[in-house]
């Protein structure tokens, strides 16, 4: 790219929305060091090949980046080992990360707009409910900054492809950053993070919930059903 991002601190309440069938806890949850993780994991894995894969991205971590025995550790864990197929603007599938917005207006654009797609390759079609949950972490860290750049960087914000921002972020991650601040593609004004740093991130707390309800057409109606305590 023809320049260098400039580098802000974010101290920011950011949201993110996760399908509600996935669990809240989970091994690094309830073990005390990542090295208690590695070795429960390595045991599942003679059994378990989605463990093997698990295991295989984790290897891309250092071992203190790892987030263990805290509230939210294997939610965060998880979107660094389990990265949505063909990976995120910029991630690939090699290693996920924390992807999350300043606003839940935005969560919810860039969430609706994911689950359309595959609904349209799905034989279902738009006819389903599916429940959301926002997660919330208190983010205080410099990162790299790109909003309002969009000129600039016009290949980074492409709104189907992310062929030339994967290795960007992919270059940025390997330089020792800790993440990209960035104009939201599916929601007008909206400002979307990614986190490249597990550590960065708990304490995770749960947020509101929310019905995503599609009756046919590709929008579907977004309903808060709890809110926060």
């Known amino acids: 790219m023809a320049l260098i991002p400039r580098i802000a601190r974010l101290r920011a309440t950011i949201h993110r929305l996760i399908a509600s069938r996935w669990p809240l806890v989970g091994p690094f949850d309830h073990v005390a060091s990542p090295a208690d993780a590695a070795a429960v994991m390595e045991l599942e ?16 971590l250092p071992q203190d980046e790892w987030v263990t025995g805290v509230p939210g550790a294997t ?16 991630n690939t599938e090699r290693l996920g990360a924390w992807y999350a917005a300043r606003d839940v207006d935005t969560a919810i654009a860039e969430t609706v ?49 992310y062929a030339r921002s994967q290795p960007f972020g992919d270059t940025l991650r390997a330089s020792g950053s800790n993440g990209i601040l960035f104009d939201s593609v599916r929601r007008p004004g ?37 809110a926060a305590s």
């Open 45 to 60: 894995a003679w059994t378990n090949d989605r463990v093997t894969a698990e295991l295989d991205r984790l290897g891309q």
């Open 75 to 90: 939610l965060v864990m998880a979107a660094f080992c389990y990265p949505a197929p063909g990976g995120g603007r910029f």
């Open 113 to 161: 707009y994911h689950h359309v797609r595959r609904l349209q390759a799905s034989d279902a079609g738009f006819h389903c409910t599916i429940q959301m949950r926002e997660l919330r972490a208190d983010l205080d860290a410099r990162v790299h900054d790109i909003r309002g750049r969009r000129p600039s960087y016009r290949q980074l914000y492409d709104p189907q492809s």
């Open 190 to 226: 909206g400002q979307n993070v990614v986190v490249f740093r597990p550590r960065l991130l708990p304490p995770i707390y749960e947020g509101d919930r929310y019905d995503y309800r599609w009756t046919g057409e590709s929008q579907p109606v977004v309903m808060k059903i709890v």
